[in-house]
């Protein structure tokens, strides 16, 4: 007999499509079902090698074992008149049409139910990568960092052109991901990256438009210029990516005039204002000193660089709000506002200008005017993320949950890995009691930033409206240790049996971080039932001038006493409502 028909007889052809049919059903269910547990990429990798390396052991098994009545036995111990190779053969070829179908099944689900819903992502669209720095120094970062986030802003400029913002194309920066999948993690069709190397009076940049589906090069050039011609050079680089992509500058002229270059065009001065930038995003509270040095000078070389003053006023009331108190705070935030009045009176349409005063109106609880200058930044910027969500905040803080929603998400069209964006989103959802949806929301936060406890502890917050006392406390217990476990522990237990460990709870958060968390105390209080603690915490909260504050009317835990005369007492010392379309628990 011909080894053709040897290896037919044995049924090694059929093992062979049974066993590559059930890897590939394998694979498939693995890459859509892995993720919602949040179980690494890497996993998946490692099964289909082990389904490769697997391959040759199932036919080496086909060709030397046969399936018999009395079990599995070697082929060559089995009598040629008692061999069922021919029954098992058919048995086989009814096990792989049904695998078959299952994967078809499957295959169409995925393209018709799972994937329906998911956005297209459209050929107008693009991410700026940060720019590789390849002069040498690490202390010229901000340069790099700083022409990336230029192209970010100038392309921003042409109409119909979806422009990732800086905080999620820039967590790509030395990524190993290829261009396909960072395509697909933030929703652009093209990939805009390269690398600049200042040396003295020159600089060069390298420049490549990719295709983010095949890696593919749509465009690609190198420019070697001196540094004081670096504004002309930014703008053929822009040019020639908009040429390459079809598209044309806006239509209306304010939009337009939206830019990081100061008046006089001084060098030194824009390299001054992308230091500022550059130390204001590491957020720590020696980094912000710095961004305000490098603020002064710019403002120094060019008095009428208004972004300048504008990123001093930002950096002074952040600096304020996060590490300073007493007289200190209060002189940063006398001299923040002057910054900011500044810059508007040398560019009143200057987006940048009215997001950070909108900011600023609302830690006085001027909500009307903070409104109304985040219309304006969006009038000036339609499609700044920033300005997108600090207006959904607004209006969830006014008790407008339903119109917070639709802005947060459209935030994330253009800023689709912030995770406070998703957080933001979870407890609006929340509040209308879509709880699964809120769930979705937070889980997406904590897989781009699993270290984070806030996140974790809004996971548990969501178990404890269910109502799920031991679902609530496992989430608890799974928060990274600091305060916001401390927190979700004491929600977790007030909704369990043990009434000594709920008081405990308690206590541990008053005792360690009474000022900082007295938001959340409240919180406690309320889902405890004790109204008069929850109203004399919310006391405390608004002397220390809480940002849990903002999150009043949709707390679905402190709505359950708004018929308490001292609710809306306390809404109106806020300058708040007292309705809101938020649901409590009941």
């Given at each position: 007999?011909?080894?053709?028909?040897?290896?037919?007889?044995?049924?090694?052809?059929?093992?062979?499509?049974?066993?590559?049919?059930?890897?590939?059903?394998?694979v498939q269910v693995a890459t859509q079902v892995f993720p919602f547990f949040h179980i690494a990429e890497w996993v998946v990798r490692w099964i289909v090698v082990a389904a490769v390396i697997g391959f040759p052991f199932a036919l080496l098994f086909a060709w030397f074992y046969e399936w018999t009545?009395?079990?599995?036995?070697?082929?060559?111990?089995?009598?040629?008149?008692?061999?069922?190779?021919?029954?098992?053969?058919r048995k086989l070829d009814r096990l792989i049409f049904v695998v078959m179908g299952v994967a078809i099944v499957l295959l169409l689900t995925d393209r018709f139910v799972l994937r329906k819903d998911a956005p297209a992502i459209s050929d107008n669209s693009i991410a700026v990568l940060p720019l590789t720095n390849e002069s040498g120094d690490k202390d010229q970062q901000f340069f790099s960092d700083g022409l990336s986030e230029n192209f970010i802003v100038a392309l921003s400029q042409f109409s119909g052109l979806k422009v990732i913002g800086r905080n999620s194309s820039f967590q790509f920066r030395d990524a190993k991901d290829d261009s396909k999948s960072i395509g697909q993690k933030l929703g652009v069709a093209t990939l805009l990256e390269g690398s600049v190397q200042r040396a003295g009076d020159a600089v060069r940049i390298?420049?490549?438009?990719?295709?983010?589906?095949?890696?593919?090069?749509?465009?690609?050039?190198?420019?070697d210029r001196p540094y004081k011609d670096l504004f002309a050079l930014q703008d053929d680089i822009t040019q020639s990516v908009a040429a390459a992509l079809k598209t044309k500058l806006l239509a209306n002229d304010t939009a337009a005039t939206q830019t990081d270059r100061p008046p006089s065009g001084n060098l030194d001065a824009y390299s001054a204002y992308l230091q500022g930038k550059f130390y204001f995003a590491r957020s720590s509270e020696a980094d912000w000193r710095k961004a305000l040095e490098h603020y002064a000078t710019a403002t120094q070389i060019d008095p009428r660089y208004a972004l300048a003053w504008v990123g001093s006023s930002h950096a002074r009331a952040w600096l304020a709000a996060q590490y300073l108190g007493g007289a200190e705070a209060e002189r940063l935030n006398t001299q923040a506002r002057s910054d900011l009045d500044t810059a508007l009176k040398l560019e009143p349409n200057l987006a940048a200008a009215r997001m950070v005063r909108g900011e600023v109106l609302t830690l006085d609880f001027d909500w009307s005017g903070a409104e109304a200058e985040f219309r304006r930044a969006l009038q000036f910027e339609p499609n700044n993320s920033d300005a997108l969500e600090n207006l959904g905040v607004l209006f969830g803080t006014l008790g407008h949950p339903e119109q917070a929603i639709p802005l947060v998400q459209r935030s994330l069209i253009t800023?689709?890995?912030?995770?406070?964006?998703?957080?933001?989103?979870?407890r609006y959802l929340a509040s209308q009691d879509h709880l699964d949806e809120a769930e979705q929301s937070i889980r997406k936060a904590i897989a781009l930033q699993p270290v984070a406890g806030i996140f974790d502890a809004t996971l548990a917050v969501i178990e404890v409206q269910r109502g799920d006392a031991q679902a609530a406390l496992a989430e608890a217990e799974r928060t990274l240790p600091g305060n916001w476990q401390d927190y979700a522990l004491a929600m977790a237990q007030q909704i369990g049996n043990d009434r000594a460990a709920a008081d405990a709870a308690l206590r541990q958060v008053i005792d360690k971080d009474a000022d900082g968390m007295a938001f959340q105390i409240a919180q406690?209080?309320?889902?405890?039932?004790?109204?008069?603690?929850?109203?004399?915490?919310?006391?405390?909260?608004?002397?220390?001038?809480?940002?849990?504050?903002?999150?009043?009317?949709?707390?679905?835990?402190?709505?359950?006493?708004?018929?308490?005369?001292?609710?809306?007492?306390?809404?109106?010392?806020?300058?708040?409502?007292?309705?809101?379309?938020?649901?409590?628990?009941?």
């Open positions: 007999m011909s080894l053709l028909a040897e290896l037919r007889r044995r049924n090694v052809y059929r093992a062979a499509v049974l066993y590559a049919a059930s890897a590939w059903l394998l009545p009395q079990g599995i036995q070697r082929e060559s111990e089995v009598a040629p008149e008692a061999s069922i190779t021919r029954q098992t053969g390298s420049a490549e438009l990719i295709r983010a589906a095949d890696g593919s090069t749509m465009w690609t050039q190198r420019y800023d689709p890995l912030r995770p406070g964006g998703f957080l933001l989103l979870a406690v209080q309320a889902l405890r039932g004790d109204p008069d603690q929850a109203f004399a915490w919310l006391d405390h909260a608004f002397a220390n001038r809480d940002p849990g504050l903002q999150f009043l009317l949709v707390d679905r835990f402190l709505l359950r006493y708004q018929g308490d005369p001292r609710f809306a007492a306390f809404c109106k010392k806020m300058g708040l409502p007292a309705t809101t379309t938020a649901k409590a628990l009941p």
